[in-house]
Structures are given as C-alpha cells and as structure tokens.
C-alpha cells in the first residue's frame, strides 16, 4: 500500500522521537512492501515562531489531505507561566483537534512485564493492566463559550454536548468493547452535572444495540480513586473532555510505563497519532528522550490502517528491546542508558 | 466552654459512626471541663422519607444556630441508578452547602506509619505524605446555570466563579499555608478555561501580601499524575470545586487510610466536620464501620474552637488504638477485628 502520512514533529523533543518513528515506520514499509510518503509540516511554539500561529492554515491542508497524521510535542517554556497570552502553542493543539475533527481520544494503560516495578503502585494493584480510555476531545467546557463580565471580576466557562456527540462517541466505546472483554464505563458526574445526565441517559439508549456489553457508570470521582486502588478492573471506559483530560493523565502513571504510552486522535477522515508525553523541554538535542511510546503510536497507526501485522512487529520489537535492555536513560536503571537515536537503529534494525 | 453542636447522623452508616465521635467528644468535653448539647437533625435519605426533602428548613434553622455541625453521611442505594430522579440525598448535600456558605472544604491526607502497606502505592512513595486540600465548595460548575436546549438534545453547565470567591478561599490557603510549610500550590486548567485564568491571576495578585509564601501554579491533569507519582511533594492545595471532587477523592486512596480521613467545611460563620466515606450502606447496622474518621472530624471542629489540647487528645487516643490493634475489620487484616461501639467505647475510655 501507498501512504501520506503529514508529520508534524513540533517542539522539545517531538523532532527527535519522531524522527525515529520515521526510521522504524520506514523499516516495516520496507519488510511489508509498503511506500511510505512523509509530509511534514509546522505547529506548536515552532510554528508560532515561524509563522506567528500555532496551526497555520497550509499544515491543515496538509493534515487533511493526508492517510493520517502523525504527531510528536507541542509546548515551550516560554508560554508556561503566561496561560492567558495571546498565541499560545495549546491554542494550535485544540484547533488542530477541532478542525481535524478529531472527535476520539483513544489512550490505552497497559502494563510491561518487564517494567512493573516502575510503577508508583504495588505490581499486585497493577498485574495485568490493560485499559482504555475514550476521551471526547472537540467537546464540552474546552469548547463552549467563555469569557469575563463585571468589568473582568466574573469568570465563565460553559460546557455543552449534544446528545449525537455523545452518541458518535460511545458508539466508538461500543465497538471498541465488543473487540475486547465487553466491558464498558461511562464515567461521568450525573449526581450534579446536566450533561452528564445526557451522557448518561444517551449511552443507557445504546445499551439495547450491543446487548453483549455490560455496561457500569461511574462517578468522575470513584473511578479518581478506584483508578489507583484497582486499575486493572477496567477495560474500556468513555468520558467527556475534561475528566478525560484528569483521568487518562491519571491512568498513564499507574503503569509506570508513561514514558511508552501511545494514543490516538480519530476523527472523521483523517486519524492523529501521538505519544502521550509532552514536549519535555530540558531533554531537548540531548539525544537522551524516549521514542518508544511515538513508534508504539506509529503501531497503532499501522493497525488504524488494517495492517495488523506491521503493528505487530513494532510491538514485537519494542518487547524485545525492552527485555534486551536497549533502552533509554528513564528505563536504564543504573544499567546502560541508549540514545534516541541508538535505540531507534536498534528497532528498526530489529524489525 | 459550652456548645451548641448540630448533629446530623444521615443515612446508612452515618448514625453508628456518629454515635461513637459523641461518645469520645462527651469523654473530651467531661476532662476538659466543657458542656456539649447535641442537636439532633435530619438529612439526606432519611429525611426525603420523614418529611419529603434532604435538607428540611428546620435542619437549616438548627445548624445557623449551632456553634458547628457534626456529619455522619447521606446517600441510599435507591437512589444511586437514577440520577436525575426530582429529589436526591446529593441535593440535600448541595442545598445545605450553600444555604451555610460553607465555601471552603479542607481535607487532609496524611499517613498513619502502622498502616502504610495499607496503601496501594510502595511505602517509599508515601511514607511523610502529609497534604491538605481546600476545595472551593460553593461555587463552580457545581452551582452555575444548567439545562437543556434543543427539545433536550443539547444539555449545558455553565462554570461561573467571581474574583471574590477566589480571594475568600485563597485567603484560607495563604493562611493555613503560613501555619505548615509555606507552600501553596494553587491546582487550575489556565490554558483552557477563563475560570482557571481568573484563578491564577487573583492568586498571583496575593502573592505580594504573603511574601514567605511561595506560591506555584499547577494544570489539574498534571496533579493527577504528581499525587500518584510523590503525594508528599505537596502540602497545601487550593482549587476550584469540580477539580477539588476529583482530585481530594483521589489523594484519599493514597494514603491506605481512606477511613480515617477526616475534613471540615467552613463558611462564614458555622462550621461542619464530617469523614470523607459515605454513607457504605451494605455495612449499614452491622457494628462494624470505623468510627475513627468521625472522631478525627470531631478533633477537627474541637481545633476549630481553638482547644488545641482537646484535638489532641482526640487524635492520640486514635492513634493509640491503632497501635495497639483495637480496630475495625477494615483495618484488621486477619486480626482481630472489634466493632463499632468496641472502638468508641475503647477511645472514651482512652482520652
Ligand atoms: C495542552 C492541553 C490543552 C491538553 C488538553 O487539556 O487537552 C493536554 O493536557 C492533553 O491532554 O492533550
Ligand atoms: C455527592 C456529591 C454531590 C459530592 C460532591 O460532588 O461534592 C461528593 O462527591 C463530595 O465530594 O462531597
């Protein structure tokens, strides 16, 4: 098959794991004879930068018409403590989802065999987790109005869904439960929050169409707590935009594998692709970050595709080199610490 | 002294654990030379039964008129699968908030050394946790204009904060943080919602008037991560209300002590003391719930008045009892687990 995958590196170390994402993409195109066209293209602080906005309208051409886009980091030092400047790179970030219509935010926790002691968690809370998060991503308070009055002394943020947003993503958790244990959980705050009683009656209405998913719904702040007590009595769980934002960052270190951790961004057409880890600017040309989580995000771009196999082998891969040892400085453990770029030949050459 | 204490036992395991903290407040108040008159009133599930809503005006009218009010838990199971049934506990709990302007919700995690392997996360993660958050409880999501458009289609919260609602609370935090470590961590989404700006910006505005106060601003995803990751890296937390749900419940878990976390609710005026768990109605007449965060509270609204001495005597009693194993069987593990009334006879008899 022939891909155009848009490739928006971004900033801190995005360039650099992506780049090798790119090696070991490169290397399975080569093994499963596929082409692989590679597009990239500007965003974040680097766009702003360059251009004086964080999405400019020529990436989005180029994420639009692509097979799928595949994302590194966004974010720089200088926008941190200045939350209310005028272009920051966070603004491209939810453009880009809006636009893109990237409407499901797909964040599995699972755990490494060999990594489990990692975790902050003891290895018998976290053995065998294996779960999935489905966040809404172009929804709710990060979406609806906002904005001050009483001479900027009152503050508001509106949250709003609809019952087909809702729908389009629960539908997502349906299918994706139905692929798993058929277990599903709707978290939300239905004892206070309107919309959350609109998820909630919406997803019970869907119960009828997959009578084989049992269904739980949960409160945002049980599942805060049973997340770290239990993680691994989950499977699939869907949320709104926010507590999925809390949740999923909640979730991604209970595994103690955060630094591996892919994602994915679906949509309507096009698909992003991500690790979860953000821009990490201390490390940057240092040649010290891990690429694992962005050549696992790569893998379930592959699997997006259909092409389940080659998400295999970059998973396969990643196993063997963990157990190998070949790994970064986060993973070294007072063993020998691999570069980016080391470790990035090693999957590739691995594959 | 003497005091007036409204006491509201509520529902499931409310009136047992409530029993025992009168139990040890009366042994305090007979030492220490002080009058206590209880108030009894009703609350949440028993009181929509009794007399149709959960938080009666005569209830209101005792506890305005109390020096503070003592609280068990509300909330019945037949509640629980029908969120948006017309007349809930939760709405009782919401209700009585408001009307007693009780703004700010302080909850404190700490560890208890005989019960760290109680804790889901390794010993070395915790061990010295020690953190209070202030959760703003009065405003918010919480009590903003909510609904439904678009014949029910459509459903919104508004988010609404003022600048004085900021200031109140955080003056609280400014404060208690003067009394510990002089560390504020003030928990917010700055780079998305205009509340969380406003947040930021009125505490940074304070800064200047607590001047040993150092003062860091923190996304509320990235909290969630931190409290598993090193909980005692924090010490005192202010946020807003729906943030402060989440993340109080979720730092609760970490310490391994979940039933013996006390907090307290202020307001303008009166004051309300009560443990973090809820109603557990399954244990319900049982004799087997831990009264121990009941009586923590109880300590809590005895420091409250000012009587330093009484609290402690409160809290060494609890911690006597834990060393020497007269518990609960939540708290057993394969000993020999007392009842109730055991441990509350126990902590009288000790103070
Ligand atoms: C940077 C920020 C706007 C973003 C979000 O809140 O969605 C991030 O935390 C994420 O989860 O991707
Ligand atoms: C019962 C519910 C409305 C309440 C809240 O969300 O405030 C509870 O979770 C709490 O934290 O006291």
């Known amino acids: 098959m022939k891909f155009n995958i848009a490739l928006l590196a971004g900033d801190g170390i995005g360039p650099e794991v992506i780049n090798e994402a790119v090696k070991v993409s490169d290397a399975i195109a080569k093994k499963f004879n596929h082409e692989i066209n590679w597009i990239p293209a500007l965003t974040g602080a680097c766009a702003i930068d360059a251009v004086g906005v964080p999405y400019p309208d020529e ?20 926008y941190d403590n200045d939350p209310s400047a005028p272009v920051r790179p966070e603004q491209g970030l939810l453009l880009m989802r809006k636009k893109l219509g990237l409407f499901a935010n797909v964040r599995p926790t699972f755990t490494f065999p060999s ?14 987790t294996d779960l999935v ?37 629960a539908k997502k958790g349906f299918e994706l439960a139905m692929t798993r244990s058929k277990k599903l959980c709707c978290v ?26 049992t269904v739980s719904y ?3 702040d049980a599942v805060a707590m049973r997340l770290v007590q239990w993680p ?30 892919p994602s994915a961004s679906m949509g309507a057409k096009v698909s992003l692709f991500e690790p979860i880890h953000g821009s990490y600017p201390q490390a940057t040309g240092l040649n010290i970050a891990n690429p ?22 970059m998973r396969d891969a990643v196993n063997k080199a963990l157990e190998a040892g070949i790994v970064t400085e986060d993973l070294a453990d007072g063993g020998k610490a691999y ?13």
Not at 115 to 128: F, M, Q, V
Not at 140 to 165: M, P, Q, S
Request: proline share 2%; charged share 30%.
């Open 232 to 261: 691994n009595s989950y499977d699939v769980l869907i949320t709104e935009n926010l507590f999925g934002d809390i949740l999923t960052d909640e979730a991604s270190v209970i595994s103690g594998s955060m630094g591996l951790m």
């Open 292 to 313: 694992m989580a962005t050549v696992l995000s790569a893998a379930m771009m592959f699997e997006n595709f259909g092409l389940m196999e080659e998400g295999k082998a």
């Open 188 to 213: 939300d705050k239905a004892n206070v929050m309107e919309t959350s009683r609109l998820w909630r009656e919406t997803v019970q209405a869907m119960e009828k169409d997959y009578p084989e998913v």
């Open 115 to 128: 990594l489990l002691d990692k975790s902050p968690l003891k290895r018998e809370r976290i053995e065998g």
């Open 133 to 169: 998060f489905l966040r809404e991503l172009t929804g709710g308070i990060y979406f609806g109005e906002k904005g001050r009055k009483d001479g900027g002394d009152t503050a508001f943020d509106n949250c709003v869904y609809t019952r087909e947003e809702v729908q389009r993503l």
């Open 59 to 78: 990436t989005h051409e180029i994420c639009v018409n692509a097979d799928a886009v595949l994302f590194g980091a966004i974010g720089h030092p200088k």
């Open 218 to 220: 949960e409160f945002v």
């Open 339 to 351: 570069g980016t770029k080391e470790v990035g030949d090693w999957l590739a050459a691995n594959i």
